[in-house]
């Protein structure tokens, strides 16, 4: 499609990118993105992925905003409180870009549905904040072929990595089964300072618009680990476990 007037200027500084420019724009135009979880981390996904016309988004979260939401989950704000949490974040990306179609499910994504969900996206955001989930997207994603940004935070800290269908390692070539229920501390027991949840939920917008319009390099075979309290970016490389039950076999 053509772009007109109003979007050329909105998307100017993207257009004049050699790695993005037009084609670029228009591959994230075409481009699906899926985030799952409308909190801490798809918040800043979610509204850089609009904001940088991504056309059609889908945001998945079965919750309703809480006051204690608003201290990192800036796509809600206190009017939208009691709200569901899917419907607070369509609103928030029509605000930032009317272009953009925004899909909602108001649902928990489990094992029965995640299937069909990924379905129709070209790029799954896991932004959600239990190990249950993680593994259960990691799986669906390497068995339908989906590419996907996996991240976590707490307290200070944030970690994120890139899996592309391949020879990309996964999720369990790190961390082959969920730790014991209790051994690792949820984000309510040790707190998340709010801004950590925006670097890194942006990193993971900013790995997707890479791998939608192919520039740069992604972070795939390498975590990024952000430790804000000491401002100290640093990569950890792994490699494809040969004997993954999941992407090995």
């Not at 100017?12 to 981390?41: N, S």
């Not at 850089?48 to 979260?61: E, P, V």
């Not at 369509?90 to 899909?103: E, G, S, T």
Request: aromatic share 8%; proline share 4%; net charge negative.
């Amino acid at each position: 499609m053509g772009f007109v007037e109003e979007q050329m200027a909105r998307y100017q500084r993207h257009l004049v990118i050699d790695e993005i420019g037009m084609e670029g724009q228009q591959k994230l135009f075409d481009a699906k993105v899926l985030v799952i979880g409308a909190g801490g981390l798809g918040s800043p996904a979610a509204l850089y992925l609009a904001a940088a016309g991504t056309g059609t988004l889908g945001i998945a979260d079965p919750d309703q905003v809480e006051l204690s939401n608003l201290q990192r989950q800036i796509m809600h704000t206190t009017d939208s409180l009691g709200k569901p949490k899917a419907e607070s974040a369509r609103r928030a990306v029509a605000a930032i870009n009317p272009y953009a179609v925004v899909n909602v499910y108001k649902i928990f994504v489990d094992k029965d549905n995640i299937t069909e969900l990924i379905e129709d996206y070209d790029f799954i955001i896991d932004a959600t904040d239990n190990f249950s989930s993680k593994f259960l997207i990691n799986d669906a994603c390497v068995k339908a072929g989906k590419p996907f940004s996996h991240a976590g935070v707490t307290r200070f800290q944030g970690q994120l990595f890139t899996y592309v269908p391949g020879n990309s390692p996964c999720y369990r070539c790190l961390f082959k089964e969920p730790p014991p229920e209790g051994a690792v501390p949820t984000g309510n027991q040790a707190g998340i300072l709010g801004a950590v949840c925006g670097v890194t939920g942006s990193l993971q917008a900013m790995e997707a618009v890479k791998y939608i319009t192919g520039a740069g390099d992604l972070l795939t075979g390498r975590m990024l680990v952000f430790d804000a309290l000491g401002m100290k970016f640093r990569t950890v490389k792994f490699q494809k476990d040969k004997d993954c039950n999941v992407c090995s076999v």
